[in-house]
T-cell receptor
Framework: SQQGEEDPQALSIQEGENATMNCSYKTSINNLQWYRQNSGRGLVHLILIRSNEREKHSGRLRVTLDTSKKSSSLLITASRAADTASYFCATDVQAGTALIFGKGTTLSVSS | GAVVSQHPSWVICKSGTSVKIECRSLDFQATTMFWYRQFPKQSLMLMATSNEGSKATYEQGVEKDKFLINHASLTLSTLTVTSAHPEDSSFYIC????????????FGEGSWLTVV
């Protein structure tokens, strides 16, 4: 089962530009998390935002959560070539349950 | 370092054979683990929830007789792909749940399965 959609599906930008990815989900959630996945590799956890939080920052990452719209956005500022990867949002409906992933956004940052 | 170890990282097997993938929690006990499958250029799809000492709960559309899950100890869950076929070729990834004040999920590094 898939919780929702990310958009865009693919994003190509130049180094130094900002990248914004959006995630929508269908059900009420406990937490929303963002992960990065380099091609053919495992997941790297980026950031977790709780359902009662609206915004969170971590380094060059900024995540927002709008539970009324059931959506979240991930902003990567001053992007680097090393940010090239697929990005997924994942939600759990209740603490201790499985994470359900969105379809992902493939980000390509060219130097 | 890794808190969830998955083995093997990649495996090639012949069509019709079975292959086992292990997921181990390191330094903690995990009563619940989750198994996902990811086809190339697609997202992770939850296959099943594995609970220590009980039968796994499979997601709709996942054949429980084909994907055998065993969670015999608090640190180990295994996924056995039985009678593998080329269409089972995929990236399989597990995660383990640490329960507590704030439940935390850790992912393994994943296992690439190629069936030839």
């Amino acid at each position: 089962s898939q919780q929702g959609e990310e958009d865009p599906q693919a994003l190509s930008i130049q180094e130094g530009e900002n990248a914004t990815m959006n995630c929508s989900y269908k059900t009420s959630i406990n937490n929303l998390q963002w992960y990065r996945q380099n091609s053919g590799r495992g997941l790297v956890h980026l950031i977790l935002i709780r359902s009662n939080e609206r915004e969170k920052h971590s380094g060059r990452l900024r995540v927002t959560l709008d539970t009324s719209k059931k959506s979240s956005s991930l902003l990567i500022t001053a992007s680097r070539a090393a940010d090239t990867a697929s990005y997924f949002c994942a939600t759990d409906v209740q603490a201790g349950t499985a994470l359900i992933f969105g379809k992902g956004t493939t980000l390509s940052v060219s130097s | 370092g890794a808190v969830v170890s998955q083995h093997p990282s990649w495996v090639i097997c012949k069509s019709g054979t079975s292959v086992k993938i292990e997921c181990r929690s390191l330094d903690f006990q995990a009563t619940t683990m989750f198994w996902y499958r990811q086809f190339p250029k697609q997202s992770l799809m939850l296959m099943a929830t594995s609970n220590e000492g009980s039968k796994a709960t499979y997601e709709q559309g996942v054949e429980k007789d084909k994907f055998l899950i065993n969670h015999a100890s608090l640190t180990l869950s295994t996924l056995t792909v039985t009678s593998a076929h080329p269409e089972d070729s995929s990236f399989y990834i597990c995660s383990a749940l640490i329960t507590g004040v704030r439940n935390t999920i850790y992912f393994g590094e994943g296992s690439w399965l190629t069936v030839v």
